[in-house]
């Protein structure tokens, strides 16, 4: 055989890759150990050769044509087979592309630079970025990490104030974005190439741009990063002091944690104290403004003498000793609220635990591969995330533990939830190995609070697509449909960032060197001839990426991003 793909591996990842391989009218042989029956049938039904065994096995690959292969995607799960297999097949064909699966992303770097081979991608990686903007409201497409920046591809829907440029050409330039597509009501999606036609109010506009830009023109982070750097911490330290907003809430945090005895004590001798108040207003003929003064004078034992129950009744006189009792037990209680607040916390800090945010977090069910990026990107951008998982012996709850909140227990029930703060956080996203699980978190969340985002992982993209609609859950996903286009791109062509589907299109997010085949080539004729767009570009000399004059032509050293799409067949 010679010209087609070879995928190993056919669980979840590899099916949907092989899916969009088919779809792009690409031969695909498959390496496999017995997997779902109707997987393999329709494989074979698009004409695919199944070879059923050990990847590992050097005469299955050659049986299955490595020698004339076009690539190789690897996609077990399990890292070391996915290494051996990619080792393997590199020495026996060095020049062969090679894609392969590895969720330690500091071993990817380095077979990536030891041993050539092309890309070594994460599915969670892949997938988490999304399921994050996901819970923060956004309509993040893709995203993607370039020289230490993030870069995101969103949908924008084009309202008053993002339609006030005539046209997208404009739109990109006013707001340092590059447009990809345009979808207008009830239609697909379209090349944005036709920069020119007018914009429209309710107009969707598929858009690269650097993170910072993407907030400024569609919003997100801004209320949740305000924290993160220098000049935020500041500002936050700030609003903690003069805002009494954040004063309820540190007040409320403390009472929450105190045990429930020490509770009952504090409230029964301030009930005690207020009802002194009286006591003395009607005993001493005081004013109530006096009555309070005199109590808190006694209490805190601070007793200036200017307010005396000497000339008072003996039975006022022992009421005030008792007072004088009360107020000594009450200051001793409430220090051992707080002294048991402080010790707590820092106890909590020492054995890599911490303490539930109040409300505005966001809560993910599941640490996984997947859960565990998720809280990874929520706390990159400043937000408060707490975890649940049912394992504690789970290989990653430690690694999250250290610095983020974890509660054990299954995220389906209500108590569990409640202890994570779910009615009061900003988003669920549950995203468990269980889509009826997932579900389940969702729905739970709902009825607590409807106004909770919840965002869950589905294995079947038509399932979520249905579930959706019908259970009003806010975005319901798959992580392998997010993160197998990005495989199967990266074994098509070289130097790719991202890859992602809208309606029947791959679009293939490339990142390279203008180099000598396109110095001197304008963007538009790269368009007209090639079939790839010219997003943005940046010199030698440049810190940031900008976007393309179509007529302005690239020079070798440059470095630019640019997009390519292929169609999908059914």
Known sequence: MEGHYIVCGMGRVGYRVIEILWRLGEKVTIVTQPAREEWLRAARERGCQVLIGDARDEALLVEAGLAGARGLIVTTDNDLVNTEVALDAKRLCPDLPIVIRIFDQTLAEQLEKAFDIRRALAMSALAAPTFAA???????????????????????????????????????NHHRIATIARRRADEEWQDSEIDEAPCAINDRAAVLAERTDWE?????????????????????????VFLPGHWFRFIRQIWDSTPLPLRAVFLALNLLIVFSVFVFHYGMKLSFTDAIYFIVATVTTTGYGDISPRAAPTALKLYACLVMLLGSATMATLF???????????????VGRQRIPHDGHFVVVGLGTVGFRI????????????????????DLVEAVRGQTPVIIGDGRMRETLAKA????????????GDDAANLG?????????????????????????????????????GAFSIGAPTFAA????????????????????LHRDAGEEWHGQTPAKLNVECGIRVLMRRTPVELNYTTVRRDQPLVRDEKVIAIVWRQLIE
Do not use: C, W
């Open 134 to 172: 996901a819970a923060l409201g956004e309509r993040v497409i893709a995203s993607f990490r370039l020289e230490s920046r993030l870069y995101v591809v969103g949908s924008l829907k084009l309202d008053e104030r993002l339609a006030q440029p005539s046209s997208l050409n404009e739109l990109a």
């Open 441 to 477: 978190v969702a729905l739970e969340t709902r009825s607590m609070n409807e106004s909770v985002r919840t965002v869950v992982r589905l294995f079947d993209s038509d399932f979520a697509a249905k579930v959706k609609t019908a259970l009003h859950i806010d975005a319901a996903m």
């Open 490 to 509: 990266a074994v098509l062509y070289p130097d790719v960032r991202s890859a992602f589907i809208l309606d029947d299109r791959l679009f293939i997010v």
């Open 421 to 432: 703060g779910a009615a009061r956080a900003r988003a669920v996203i549950a995203v468990t």
């Open 216 to 240: 400024g023109v569609a919003g997100g982070y801004d209320d949740i990063a305000a924290g993160a750097g220098s000049r935020g911490e500041i500002l936050e330290l700030l609003s903690h």
């Open 375 to 394: 809280v990874e990107k929520l706390r990159l951008v400043g937000a408060r995330a707490v975890a649940i998982d049912k394992n504690p012996q789970g």
């Open 336 to 350: 051992s609220i707080i002294t048991d607040f402080i010790v707590t916390s820092r106890f909590l800090q020492l």
